[in-house]
């Protein structure tokens, strides 16, 4: 957290402040569950693949500016406050340059 005070302000004693907050998710494994889990389906590679389905559509709703649906999964929910509101969000990937992967990577 970051504070100041603004010299221009009429109003010595306020004080202004930031904040920042860094999230970071590994989302390893989240691609399909024949080549990621041996072609059995498991909670955990269900649950992931939930995650980013859900990620897609209160990204798309933010977008559209539609309700957002946060609540649809425990990864919306810890990053509710880094993708609305006046946040920057930016998001790394890394991506497989294979053939085989293409399919994947859209």
Do not use: F
């Not at 691609?31 to 041996?38: A, K, L, N, P, Q």
């Not at 992931?48 to 897609?56: K, P, S, Y």
């Not at 209160?58 to 500016?65: M, Q």
């Amino acid at each position: 957290e970051h504070r100041w005070r603004d010299i221009a302000d009429a109003e010595a004693r306020r004080v202004k402040s930031q904040t920042a907050r860094l999230t970071l998710v590994d989302l390893a494994g989240a691609e399909t569950m024949e080549r990621s889990h041996g072609g059995q389906i498991n909670a955990a590679g269900v649950g992931t693949n939930l995650g980013l389905l859900v990620l897609g559509r209160v990204i798309h709703a933010l977008a559209a500016g539609e309700r957002v649906p946060y609540r649809d999964s425990t990864l919306t929910r810890l990053l509710q406050a880094s993708l609305g509101g006046n946040a920057v969000t930016q998001m790394l990937t890394c991506v497989s340059p294979a053939a085989i992967d293409a399919e994947q990577t859209w």
